[in-house]
């Protein structure tokens, strides 16, 4: 009996023991909300720019009767022009699956914009993200232009990174330099990544709270310590179409 109890107990250790050397492989909190985000970048070209954009505004509600659209910005500043960026929430991917399913089958769109505007795209690019777990979709105040700042981390996920990156966003907002719509993590996509999508009532406010915040003290301490996880950054400025719904 002696014997099979100090086995027992060391099974029962082991298994107590078990999920803390798996945790130290955690690359930080559970995304235990199945809801993810879709980001779409499509490469138009040129001469066909204005056509595709006026499709949609046609079009738009065909697509948004099957899941919803967060927003839609054409490219300003930052990379190549002629682009298009657009976020579609999902409740799982069971749930896009279906909506893909269904759009696949739905006449009227198919004919309407997805024939007409395919020999308008040059280039598509897709990436799965989900909400960093210390953030929420924000509603800006009011109209305004936005700014995608894409974020290349080291690896380590936000176990590594995350209390250093989140104290750099708050210092921006909290100090009243800009606001944030919502911060992302690639699942699916360039791994590593982060998008952190900012509002501001336009890019001349935009440029006037970065050259104060650079001059911060607060910020400037902040970004320094985030910056030793940062491989590289990139950013665009967008500005939303007529049906987005972030204005």
Same mark, same amino acid.
């Given at each position: 009996?002696?014997?099979?109890?100090?086995?027992?107990?060391? *099974?029962? *250790?082991?298994?107590?023991? +078990?999920?803390?050397?798996?945790?130290?492989? +955690?690359?930080?909190?559970?995304?235990?909300?199945?809801?993810?985000?879709?980001?779409?970048?499509?490469?138009?070209?040129?001469?066909?720019?204005? /056509?595709?954009?006026?499709?949609?505004?046609?079009?738009?509600?065909?697509?948004?009767?099957?899941?919803?659209?967060?927003?839609?910005?054409?490219?300003?500043?930052?990379?190549?022009?002629?682009?298009?960026?657009?976020?579609?929430?999902?409740?799982?991917?069971?749930?896009? +699956?279906?909506?893909?399913?269904?759009? /696949?089958?739905?006449?009227?769109?198919?004919?309407?914009?997805?024939?007409?505007?395919?020999?308008?795209?040059?280039?598509?690019?897709?990436?799965?993200?989900?909400?960093?777990?210390?953030?929420?979709?924000?509603?800006?105040?009011?109209?305004?232009?936005?700014?995608?700042?894409?974020?290349?981390?080291?690896?380590?996920?936000? /176990?590594?990174?995350?209390?250093?990156?989140?104290? +750099?966003?708050?210092?921006?907002?909290?100090?009243?330099?800009?606001?944030?719509?919502?911060?992302?993590?690639?699942?699916?996509?360039?791994?590593?990544?982060?998008?952190?999508?900012?509002?501001?009532?336009?890019?001349?406010?935009?440029?006037?709270?970065?050259?104060?915040?650079?001059?911060?003290?607060?910020?400037? *301490? *902040?970004?320094?310590?985030?910056?030793?996880?940062?491989?590289?950054?990139?950013?665009?400025?967008?500005?939303? /179409?007529?049906?987005?719904?972030?204005?």
């Amino acid at each position: 009996m002696l014997v099979l109890r100090s086995g027992l107990s060391k *099974a029962l *250790a082991s298994r107590t023991l +078990a999920p803390q050397v798996c945790s130290s492989f +955690a690359t930080g909190p559970r995304q235990y909300d199945g809801t993810f985000y879709e980001f779409r970048t499509y490469y138009l070209k040129p001469s066909n720019m204005n /056509a595709f954009m006026e499709n949609l505004k046609k079009n738009i509600h065909l697509r948004t009767s099957y899941s919803e659209l967060v927003g839609f910005w054409s490219v300003e500043f930052g990379g190549r022009m002629n682009k298009v960026f657009h976020i579609w929430k999902y409740d799982n991917f069971a749930h896009r +699956a279906e909506v893909r399913k269904a759009l /696949a089958n739905c006449k009227e769109w198919q004919e309407q914009s997805i024939i007409p505007n395919l020999a308008r795209i040059d280039k598509q690019e897709t990436e799965i993200t989900y909400l960093i777990p210390w953030s929420k979709l924000e509603k800006p105040p009011k109209e305004g232009v936005y700014e995608l700042a894409v974020f290349q981390m080291k690896p380590g996920g936000p /176990a590594l990174w995350g209390d250093a990156f989140e104290r +750099a966003i708050n210092a921006h907002v909290n100090l009243g330099y800009t606001k944030v719509v919502g911060v992302f993590h690639t699942e699916y996509g360039e791994l590593n990544r982060v998008h952190v999508l900012w509002w501001n009532e336009s890019a001349d406010s935009r440029a006037a709270g970065r050259h104060k915040s650079h001059e911060d003290p607060r910020v400037v *301490a *902040a970004v320094r310590e985030s910056v030793s996880y940062l491989v590289s950054q990139q950013n665009m400025l967008l500005i939303p /179409a007529s049906f987005s719904p972030l204005k």
